[in-house]
């Protein structure tokens, strides 16, 4: 069963730094591109970052380049976002998600973690 498993959300400072990792289950993150998502209250769900499997290239949104860093463990088959300088506008839940491609697309993800909340406070 493929399963993916977010983890390492909470509140924070404005200013401060979060790691959230992204741990797969039934399958071997080595081969595909991982993208993390959020979705603020009222707002669609974003994509805002990716990494590659094919070539390890990452991927930013223009809003949390710089500040933003996309990593993966394959040996711990487990991807990470660590965040920092965070804005109260980072404020979402966050999800990792899989098109099952080995490279960042434009696919719509098909598999989803449940998400963690992140919170910003001013």
């Known amino acids: 069963q493929v399963q993916l498993v977010e983890s390492g959300g909470g509140l924070v400072q404005a200013g401060g730094s979060l790691r959230l990792s992204c741990a797969a289950s039934?399958?071997?993150?080595?081969?595909?591109?991982i993208s993390w998502f959020r979705q603020a209250p009222g707002k669609e769900r974003e994509g805002i970052s990716c990494i590659s499997a094919s070539d390890g290239k990452t991927h930013y949104k223009d809003s949390v380049k710089g500040r933003f860093t996309i990593s993966r463990d394959n040996a711990k088959n487990t991807v990470y976002l660590q965040m920092n300088s965070l804005k109260p506008e980072d404020t979402a839940v966050y999800y990792c998600?899989?098109?099952?491609?080995?490279?960042?697309?434009?696919?719509?993800?098909?598999?989803w973690g449940q998400g963690t909340q992140v919170t910003v406070s001013s």
């Open positions: 039934g399958f071997t993150l080595d081969y595909y591109a």
């Open positions: 998600a899989t098109d099952g491609a080995s490279s960042c697309g434009s696919s719509w993800p098909d598999y």
